[in-house]
């Protein structure tokens, strides 16, 4: 059974975020991915980056996204 590659993994983990987080648009969920992905550009170890990504990026959206209700 062949792997998916790492962008392959990181674009899934953009459509998962873009559908968690519809208020948001795709640009600002796909800045967030990118930004928490450059964190790990340094890794070694890449089994774990995308987790690690989606992990730290919807922590990001979230406060974003409360942030988005109390303001409205």
Known sequence: MGQI???V????????LAAAYPDLSRDEVF???HTAYDRF?????REFVPLLV????RAELS???GALVWSS
């Open 5 to 7: 590659s790492e962008a």
């Open 41 to 45: 550009q340094d890794s070694t170890v």
């Open 31 to 33: 800045h967030c991915v």
């Open 54 to 57: 989606e992990r730290r990026a």
């Open 63 to 65: 406060r974003h996204a």
């Open 9 to 16: 993994m990181i674009e899934q983990v953009i459509d998962r």
